[in-house]
């Protein structure tokens, strides 16, 4: 089932790799010109753009945009017990991980009587996004409202797509969660005019305020992507998130049951998502494509598994040794990795990029997604050689904060005016001796 690409004996510098490993194609900039529209709708239009939208993608017209807090609290006391019982646990779970990242302000002495301190601010207000097309994520509601309330954001607000069978309003699990976190701002859009709405703010059809966010963070679609790409600047965005990724290095001990399941699990995502074997066992790979076909025929959404293990973002990769693939996931940079060989955690500290790794049998993607109390808002695409998935960090703003005294000032006044003068900047020079003459001298210690 899986397109094998075999790199026994060799393995390709990085460039080549990256051109031959198998990767999803979404071209952002192909939707652009049907995003802009959509944007500047919103920005000239507000609310009446956003409800017109609705209509025309959604095939709903909400009575507002902002759900209505009797809503929020009905969904939660019609929650399925054992639903709000794991939704539950997922939280503490992350609280607790997300706890852990916040960091502290830390002031150093550079020399006596100067210190700079690098202190961190969380971001004033922020829009989390929850996607709500193929599938129904209140785990990514979690995700994205846990760092946030962990960095001290103090207004956030969820969007998430108005359901016409759920009375225009965003679907009720989706609604729960957002009660359970004790999130009291929900609104009711999707798409790219969700995040042109959060930039841009306006007002509801009662007259109140929906006042714009300075970040906007969570997966979307390809056009929720475009949004974000045209207002970024605007607003802050955590990443442009392209369709799931799950690449499993695997050595003969693993279980094929175990590699077959976990690529399923992620390719039922979307049609797009991409399932990746690295192997230096090419019986592994023959038993892993044989209970891929007995599986994906007893998946629920098996038309939507098999398209996406077929497209050419999914594939086998086999390899001679472990090390070699080590070389190949780090050119690949999953969103999420596996590693299923001997000494699996050894091998997993080798790995340099990732956006979460997930080492040995028991440890599935999957439980990532839901339960391990890491978060699941990861970069994509090969972005994880760059950038890190979301967590507290995001929503910090790192500000230095510059103290000196006259005595300190004076003793490095030289050096600032001989580099202000080699870049040919006199002034920043004289704004550093402007502070010593000869009037001022005896007050304030200068030379």
């Not at 969570?218 to 949004?227: F, L, M, R």
């Not at 049998?361 to 990861?378: F, I, Q, R, T």
Request: glycine fraction near 8%; charge should be negative; proline fraction near 6%.
């Amino acid at each position: 089932m899986l397109t094998r690409t075999d790199l026994r004996g060799r393995v390709p510098s990085p460039v080549e790799l990256r051109a031959t490993l198998p990767r999803a194609e979404v071209d952002v900039d192909a939707v652009l010109h049907q995003v802009r529209p959509v944007v500047d709708a919103v920005r000239e239009r507000g609310v009446e753009a956003v409800l017109e939208f609705a209509e025309r993608f959604d095939r709903v017209r909400p009575a507002s945009v902002r759900v209505p807090a009797e809503e929020l609290a009905r969904a939660l006391d019609e929650l399925a017990p054992a639903v709000r019982e794991a939704l539950e646990e997922t939280i503490a779970r992350a609280r607790r991980v997300h706890a852990d990242q916040r960091r502290v302000d830390v002031t150093t002495q550079v020399v006596p009587g100067g210190t700079v301190t690098e202190r961190w601010t969380p971001v004033a207000r922020v829009g989390l996004y929850a996607p709500g097309g193929l599938a129904v994520y209140p785990s990514s509601v979690v995700m994205n409202v846990v760092p946030a309330q962990e960095a001290g954001v103090e207004s956030l607000v969820v969007c998430s797509p108005p359901q016409a069978e759920h009375g225009g309003r965003p679907h009720p699990t989706i609604l729960a969660a957002c009660a359970l976190l004790g999130v009291t701002e929900v609104w009711a859009v999707g798409g790219a005019q969700a995040v042109a709405l959060l930039a841009h703010g306006g007002v509801d059809t009662d007259g109140a305020e929906l006042a714009p966010v300075d970040m906007v963070t969570g997966p979307g679609n390809i056009y929720v992507t475009g949004a974000k790409r045209l207002l970024r600047g605007l607003i802050g965005i955590d990443s442009e998130a392209g369709p799931t990724e799950i690449a499993v290095l695997a050595d003969e001990t693993a279980d094929p049951v175990h590699v077959a399941a976990d690529l399923v699990s992620q390719a039922e995502h979307d049609p797009l998502a991409a399932s990746v074997l690295v192997t230096t066992s090419e019986a592994l790979a023959d038993a892993v494509d044989a209970e891929l076909e007995r599986q994906v025929a007893a998946t629920k959404h098996a038309e939507r598994v098999r398209t996406a293990l077929t497209g050419r973002q999914s594939g086998c990769v086999l390899v001679s040794t472990v090390d070699d693939g080590v070389r190949v996931v780090d050119a690949y940079a999953a969103e999420h990795l596996e590693i299923q060989t001997r000494d699996a955690r050894a091998v997993a500290g080798r790995v340099r990029a990732a956006g979460a790794i997930f080492v040995g049998p028991y440890a599935p993607v999957s439980l990532g997604d839901y339960c391990a109390g890491s978060n699941h808002v990861l970069p994509t695409g090969g972005c994880a050689r760059h950038s890190s998935g979301l967590s507290v960090q995001t929503f910090l703003r790192g500000i230095h904060v510059v103290e000196y005294t006259a005595e300190a000032l004076a003793e490095v006044a030289p050096k600032v005016v001989a580099l202000a003068e080699a870049e040919d900047l006199p002034a920043h020079g004289q704004a550093v001796t402007a502070r010593f003459g000869a009037s001022r001298a005896g007050t304030e210690g200068g030379a």
